[in-house]
């Protein structure tokens, strides 16, 4: 690979990546989804462009100019945007074609017309070694026998919804489900499990069973730790090597300071 391509969504983990592709040698060609992607990414590859969100023959023609054969999406396109673009031909075959309209089923059909055009996208950790979860405790304090108990009985539930495509969070408290992640996503989904259990939850967040690891993890950082204090919540269990941590080290100062325990499993 002398290449890699970046499609880039929102937030900072293209960001991320296309400082370790350079760092490991390769040119870095990043297309970025309109009014999504941060324009600081143009400043950290050797060439970019923008593309609509439904504009897939723009999104092909630009990657094959640059002769881009490997490639890497990153970032989050918020449903609500596809509403708002012009998809051009491409995409509105594509969106036919469709064989539902969930976010996995798009995203695994984008990834085989892709591969149809000879453009295959990777593991999305491949370049993202320093952002990826590892196993074990990260906070000063481990979560109690109580919490433990609360983590068992949510891993359990969060695979089952997570495997149904539902969600991947799940809010307990005292082995009550207290709310369970939709499409509001993570932060709204604690802030809601905090307001019902008032205060003292514990919440698990896991990756799916069958997860296509070329499509963007779990992501945890700052603002979730935002969500888990306004929520009053005491233990936070993750999965390791399936979940992206944001600003690690402020994460853990941040949570130690709360007294919030953290693990990985």
């Not at 469709?98 to 999305?124: P, V």
Request: charge should be neutral; proline fraction near 3%.
């Amino acid at each position: 690979m002398e290449r890699l391509g970046i499609i880039a969504g929102g937030g900072p983990l293209p960001i991320i990546a296309a400082r370790e592709a350079r760092a490991q040698g390769l040119k870095v060609v990043a297309v970025a989804v309109e009014e999504v992607a941060s324009s600081e990414l143009a400043d950290e590859v050797d060439a970019f462009s923008w593309v609509g969100a439904g504009q897939l023959g723009r999104l092909i023609a630009t990657l094959k100019q640059e002769r881009v054969a490997d490639a890497v999406m990153l970032g989050k396109v918020p449903l609500p945007h596809f509403s708002r673009v012009r998809a051009d031909l491409t995409g509105i075959l594509f969106y036919l074609g469709l064989k539902d309209r969930r976010g996995d089923s798009i995203l695994a059909a984008l990834g085989d017309m892709l591969t149809k055009e000879g453009i295959i996208l990777h593991d999305c950790r491949r370049f993202l070694a320093s952002v990826v979860l590892r196993k074990g405790l990260l906070t000063a304090r481990a979560p109690t026998f109580e919490e433990q108990q609360d983590i068992a009985f949510g891993r359990k539930l969060a695979r089952a919804i997570a495997a149904l495509s539902i969600g991947q969070t799940v809010v307990v408290k005292g082995r009550t489900v207290l709310a369970v992640e939709a499409i509001e996503g993570t932060d709204a989904a604690i802030r809601r499990g905090g307001a019902l259990g008032n205060g003292g939850v514990v919440v698990v967040k896991v990756g799916r069973p069958d997860h296509d690891m070329r499509f963007d993890l779990p992501v945890v950082g700052p603002d979730t730790l935002a969500a888990l204090k306004e929520a009053g919540a005491t233990a936070l269990a993750l999965d390791a090597d399936q979940t992206l941590i944001l600003d690690q080290e402020r994460v853990v100062a941040t949570a130690d300071q709360l007294g919030l325990a953290i693990v990985a499993d």
